[in-house]
C-alpha cells in the first residue's frame, strides 16, 4: 500500500460562521485528484456532518482525512463530552443541541446518521467527559 496523501483540519467550536470550510477543502482536494462525483459526494457530506457537530456539540476538534488508492478514512477527534447513549444518538432525529443552535438552522439530529449513510464504515469511539473519536471509511472501488 503506498502512503496516503493527508489533510489535516482544525474544526473551531462555536463558530458557524468557519463551519464546513474544511469539508469544502477536501472536496476541491478530491476534485483535483479526479475521484468520482459519487466519492466525492459522500465523503463532503459525512466530512461536513461531522464538522457541524464538532462545531455544536464538542467546541470544535480535529479532521485528518487520509487518502489511499483504494479508500478514504476520514477521523473526527474531539475532547466534547462524548456521547452517552450512541444507539439513541444514532437515531434520526434525536438531538441534544440547544435551541439557540436549531433556531440557527442546525441540530435537526441527522449528522450522525448521515455520516453513517454517506460511508461503509464508521466506527465511534467516546467517553463521557473525556471526547470522541469518530472513524469513517468510503471505499474508493466499490
Known amino acids: 500500500m503506498s502512503a496516503p496523501l493527508v489533510y ?12 464546513g470550510e474544511a469539508s469544502v477543502k477536501v472536496k476541491k482536494s478530491l476534485r ?17 456532518e461531522g464538522e457541524i457537530n464538532m ?6 476538534g480535529c479532521a485528518t482525512v487520509s487518502v489511499y488508492p483504494e479508500k478514504i478514512e476520514i477521523v473526527l ?18 438531538s441534544t443541541a440547544p435551541e439557540r443552535i436549531r433556531s440557527l438552522g442546525f441540530g435537526a439530529g ?9 460511508t461503509d464504515e464508521m466506527k465511534i469511539e467516546t467517553t463521557v467527559g473525556v471526547g ?10 466499490r
Not at 483535483?32 to 461536513?48: E, H, K, W
Not at 470522541?132 to 472501488?141: F, G, Q
Open 32 to 48: 483535483q485528484l479526479g475521484l468520482s462525483q459519487d466519492i466525492i459526494r459522500r465523503v463532503s457530506i459525512a466530512m461536513y
Open 8 to 19: 489535516r483540519y482544525d474544526i473551531d467550536g462555536e463558530n458557524f460562521t468557519s463551519a
Open 55 to 60: 462545531v455544536i456539540h464538542a467546541n470544535g
Open 132 to 141: 470522541t473519536k469518530i472513524t469513517m471509511t468510503v471505499n474508493v472501488n
Open 77 to 94: 477527534d474531539d475532547k466534547g463530552p462524548g456521547i452517552p447513549n450512541i444507539d439513541l444518538a444514532m437515531q434520526e432525529g434525536f
Open 110 to 118: 441527522m449528522g450522525l446518521p448521515n455520516m453513517k449513510a454517506n
